[in-house]
């Protein structure tokens, strides 16, 4: 793709509608609003989700439970996943690199699925008992971040 072979995207270029300019143009007399009613009114403005009366959908669905705001996501990792690593000290910002989360910030909860055979040094927001069992077993470390 360069700039001689870039094209306006479709529709971009047509004018808009102007209505109410005569019977020629196939938009006078009642502009495109048809004959009464309340859309054909002027300062005719209705509520977001206004279904003419009906009882609207969002009010139609039933509601469930609560969100709770406070929520901390972590991302969760087993010790296999850690041990395939290869890597004795593990940080986020080491997990990142190796694309096992998405940003150095995300908070991370290590879980003690797998076997360790190595010491490792494993710097996280959470463990799990097993984990820190099984960390401790093989001889590493691990440290709760803040």
Known sequence: MNLSTVRAPKKS???????GRGMGSGMGKTSARGHKGQRSRSGSRMMRG?????MPLHRRLPKRGFTNIFRVEYVVINL???AELGIADITPEVLKKARITKRASDRIKVLGEGELKTALTV???KFSKTAQEKIT???GKFEVLA
């Open 80 to 82: 296999d996943r850690l």
């Open 50 to 54: 206004f279904e003419g009366g009906q």
């Open 137 to 139: 077993k093989a001889g």
């Open 13 to 19: 270029s047509e004018n808009r509608k102007r209505v």
């Open 123 to 125: 710097k996280a927001h």
